[in-house]
């Protein structure tokens, strides 16, 4: 089984549409990230999570948010998803002072 | 703020020849740098360093880290086809955030 898994892999939807990404995790690390890729502009942080009681904007938060619902659990939403918001976002776990160690990916498309 | 920056972001080469692939970065209280290598799919870890001057190894792989003038290199020797990929440089900084800030990534086709 996959130590990190993200539902679901892709998704099409149209602008305005409230959409939530799951990302959850098997190997116990305390800390987890979502971020966005899009061509030639590499990872870009959107939030991070050290814990569950914690939550913090990256680079890149506007239009997002996030809930840490276990330690394990950690979803990101759009609440009212807009085309620019058309992108690969993974989800990612490490456990200081380790690597970062990657979901599989969501490729959303907002149309 | 902090910045990573990748060179070359694009390279072509024939199977066999060996490639440098180059990192240099800015960030505050410097933790490690890592890199990664991403296929059609999520990234994958392949080093992480700490410090200057130890070479971490990995089969035709290898890498060294330069503290003082801020720069990672990346080295792949006798390469593949299997070695096409963007390779990820990320830093890891702030001690207590340890938030990860990537590169663009260097684009590598190797081709038979």
């Known amino acids: 089984d996959a130590d990190v898994t993200q539902t679901p892999r892709n998704r099409i939807t149209k602008t305005g549409k409230r959409i939530m990404l799951e990302c959850s995790q098997t190997k116990g690390h305390d800390r987890m990230y979502w971020y966005r890729q899009d061509p030639g502009l590499g990872l870009r942080l959107i939030y991070y999570?050290?814990?569950?009681?914690?939550?913090n904007k990256g680079e890149i938060s506007d239009g997002y948010s996030v809930s840490r619902q276990a330690q394990a659990k950690f979803s990101l939403s759009l609440e009212s998803a807009i085309p620019n918001q058309t992108a690969l976002y993974f989800c990612?776990?490490?456990?200081?002072?380790?690597?970062?160690?990657f979901g599989p990916g969501t490729r959303l498309t907002v149309l | 703020e902090d910045k990573v920056v990748q060179s070359p972001l694009s390279l072509v080469v024939h199977e066999g020849d060996t490639v440098t692939l180059n990192c240099s970065y800015e960030?505050?209280?410097?933790?490690?740098l890592l890199w990664y290598k991403q296929e059609k799919k999520a990234p994958t870890f392949l080093f992480m360093l700490t410090s200057s001057g130890i070479e971490k190894k990995s089969g035709r792989l290898s890498s060294i880290l330069d503290k003082k003038e801020l720069f990672s290199i990346l080295n792949i020797t006798a390469t593949q086809t299997g070695d096409s990929a963007v390779y990820l440089c990320a830093v890891a900084g702030r001690e207590y955030g340890q938030n990860f800030v990537f590169g663009p990534g260097t684009r590598l086709s190797v081709l038979p």
């Open positions: 960030v505050t209280n410097f933790r490690s």
């Open positions: 999570s050290f814990d569950v009681k914690d939550i």
């Open positions: 990612a776990t490490s456990d200081h002072p380790t690597a970062q160690f």
